[in-house]
């Protein structure tokens, strides 16, 4: 998978951070969807490379119980973990015991997505 994601890395368009991030979401069919972060020079604009994958999954008609895992890898020397943006995502879109891998050049770690979201904001809150 690091490979994989090492050259996904080379298709982020990070002109204005120079923060490349790389994203494939595997599927319990197996199935990768990939994704990068695509800046954009009015910063709201930009998308994140999670969102990218997640979103891209959705529009292949993949739903909550289908994400199997989420892989992410930015190009830094230090794992980066994803913004609360694409956390809210997260939890919206996937189960909460989903596997999280964080790559840097270097080092992995992993989670589950309720350690990284440990008091997450869902539709129960509505």
């Known amino acids: 998978m690091k490979e994989k994601l090492m050259e996904?890395?080379?298709k982020s368009y990070a002109k204005y951070s120079g923060y490349p991030v790389a994203c494939i979401c595997v599927?319990?069919?197996?199935?990768?969807?990939s994704g990068v972060n695509v800046e954009?020079?009015?910063?709201g604009a930009t998308i994140c490379a999670e969102r990218n994958a997640i979103t891209s999954a959705v529009t292949l008609g993949y739903q909550k119980d289908d994400f199997k895992?989420?892989?992410i890898m930015v190009k830094s020397d230090k794992i980066?973990?994803?913004c609360f943006l694409c956390r809210q995502v997260m939890v919206e879109l996937m189960n909460m015991d989903t596997k999280v891998y964080l790559y840097s050049k270097n080092d992995m770690e992993v989670y589950i997505l309720r350690e990284l979201c440990p008091?997450?904001?869902s539709e129960e809150n509505l």
């Open 8 to 10: 996904l890395l080379e």
């Open 27 to 33: 599927m319990k069919d197996n199935r990768c969807v």
């Open 40 to 43: 954009n020079a009015s910063f």
């Open 69 to 71: 895992e989420i892989h």
């Open 80 to 82: 980066g973990t994803p």
């Open 119 to 121: 008091l997450p904001f």
